[in-house]
């Protein structure tokens, strides 16, 4: 995506440097078009024009993403945002403070993840290939990641410890992988998805499938084994 400003000078110089300062950067390179040459005034007092250029500049997918997300945010009520870019390799990071962070994070990251989705959308209007767009809000991620390691650590070894397949609650993709690395640090234990859309979860279980324990035999068959017996004594009446 490209974005453009048209602007005037007395020369073609003044021209290029007021369409870059519209446009909030120092300078354009060669990425200037002259639309009219400027022209001298007769005897220096009749007509004349000045200079006219278009400048136009190249907008990285993380910039447009920035950019629409802070947008989002404003109109969210949020005041006093900043949106900082950390450039990955395939994507980019986008980092917000400021602002109301439990009201943009939401209930489990609903609301962040919907902005990630939408600002991933509009930066990928600009690539052929994917672009990555991550948003993290008051370091929720990293919170979150550490969480979710810890999670799938406890539940690996329970389940190994017990013999029993455990079912965790719905996550999203990017939480699913998380639990699925965390798993994999366990010898002994895996984890596999099931279920569709907003219900897919991850199960983890012992590589060797459950164990089948054998139920609990008694002797007595019928009765309680932790009846306590009644004693008779010559005192006691009994039934017939």
Known sequence: MFREAIATGETVEQAIQNACSELGIESC???????????????????GNPAKVRVFVKESPAQVAADYLLNILEQM?????????????????????????????GHRGETLDALQYLSGLIANQLEDSYY????????????????LTILGTKMANKSLK??????????NPYERRIIHAAVQGVEGAKSWSEGEDLNRHIIIGPEGGERIFPK?????????????????DDTTPRHN
């Open 29 to 47: 390179g060669d990425n200037f078009e002259v639309i009219e040459m400027p022209t001298k005034k007769t005897l220096g007092i009749f007509g």
């Open 77 to 105: 009520g949020n005041e006093n945002v900043t949106v900082t870019i950390q450039e990955e390799e395939g994507g980019a990071m986008l980092c917000v403070s400021g602002g109301d962070m439990g009201y943009m994070i």
């Open 132 to 147: 990555r767009i991550t948003i993290d809000i008051g370091n929720y991620r990293e919170k979150r990641r550490e969480t």
């Open 162 to 171: 017990t013999g029993r397949n455990y079912a965790l609650e719905p996550m």
């Open 216 to 232: 609990k035999r008694y002797h007595n068959k019928g009765k309680n084994p932790y009846a306590k017996k009644q004693k008779y």
